[in-house]
């Protein structure tokens, strides 16, 4: 039944995850000897990383899930050669590595993980080493507008701008902000538009200091929201202070117009201030706090949040259930839907 898990998730309890409940997390972000890195997917720039985390009893780590203390994930987006545009390219890499993570045998035996998603360039290091920071300027820098200028049109594909931007919606962000696993945005450097859209789909964002913005760039260029980017805003945008998304206050209402209406771009002080992100650090410690962030977001480690009755389908029914409007909007919706529409 659709809801059997959110009501009875202890119907399905494993032997498996009550026993990696009973073990305390002995791995630590500052510490690499308590970690093993695996490379589940590489592609024209984009890459999954798994990197487990060991038990100080664990002899033989393949990583079955009762051997471990959790499995952090980094999605990396590395092509800073087109400042990780989003086009259909990226799309289709972003969507492979997601795919990856539903079937990889490494992970479907687990609940125990959680996602980060940067722009930074982690190169062949597995030991969670800060990449040099002038070489990673870009989280995203939005849609690919040279790409949009030149899609042909076809009699398959009539408006192929409206299909790129439906595709991102339904199969990236969408399926980003419902994931059954806490999911953290490093933001790297400039984060605009679709990219931003990406950054708020993740459960959490962290920036780096010192330089790039975020942005919402539409009234600028003359170009509308769409309902999927729109709502989106709407569900995610805290109420100062980086509180993190949930409701709209009054206060959550002015960054969105000064935001959306004025095409403000935000520094990381001034994002945090307006709740549009949760933390900043300076670049060289952007991965190792995001890291941070991702081993207490773990659901059934004992120094992650120790959720007893763990279930990830109902954890992505509660995630719907949160930002319905903005699901639905993003799932379901049409870039030819009229702003004033019912979602």
Wanted: hydrophobic letters at 35%.
């Amino acid at each position: 039944e659709p809801y059997q898990s959110a009501y009875n998730p202890w119907l399905r309890r494993s032997s498996i995850q009550k026993t990696q409940r009973a073990h305390t997390m002995t791995s630590s972000p500052d510490d690499p000897s308590s970690r093993s890195s695996k490379t589940l997917f590489s592609k024209d720039g984009v890459s999954l990383l798994a990197t487990t985390l060991c038990r100080d009893d664990d002899d033989d780590n393949d990583g079955a899930s009762s051997s471990h203390d959790g499995i952090i994930l980094t999605l990396t987006l590395n092509r800073q050669h087109e400042k990780n545009v989003i086009n259909p390219t990226i799309i289709s890499l972003i969507n492979q590595a997601l795919d990856i993570i539903d079937s990889h045998p490494m992970l479907v035996d687990t609940n125990n993980k959680s996602l980060i998603i940067t722009g930074l360039n982690l190169g062949n290091d597995n030991n969670n080493v800060p990449p040099p920071a002038s070489k990673s300027k870009f989280f995203s820098n939005g849609l690919d507008l040279e790409w949009f200028l030149k899609a042909t049109r076809t009699k398959e594909n009539p408006n192929p701008t409206a299909s790129v931007i439906e595709s991102y919606n339904s199969h990236i962000l969408a399926r980003v902000l419902t994931l059954p696993f806490r999911t953290i945005a490093a933001i790297n450097g400039h984060c605009i538009g679709a990219g931003l859209f990406l950054a708020l789909a993740c459960d959490y964002r962290i920036m780096r200091t010192k330089r790039g913005y975020v942005q919402w760039p539409e009234a600028k260029l003359g170009m509308r929201l769409t309902k999927g980017f729109a709502e989106l805003s709407k569900a995610k945008i805290g109420n100062g202070k980086g509180a993190g998304g949930g409701g709209t206050s009054a206060s959550d209402h002015h960054v969105l117009r000064e935001g959306i209406l004025t095409a403000k771009m935000y520094n990381s002080t001034e994002a945090l201030n307006s709740g549009i992100i949760d933390a900043v650090c300076d670049v060289e410690e952007l991965y190792s706090e995001a890291f941070r962030m991702a081993m207490e977001g773990l659901p059934e480690s004992s120094t992650g949040m120790n959720l007893e009755y763990f279930d990830p389908k109902a954890w992505t029914e509660i995630k719907i259930e949160m930002y319905t409007d903005a699901y639905r909007a993003l799932k379901f919706g049409k870039v030819e839907d009229l702003p004033s529409s019912r979602i």
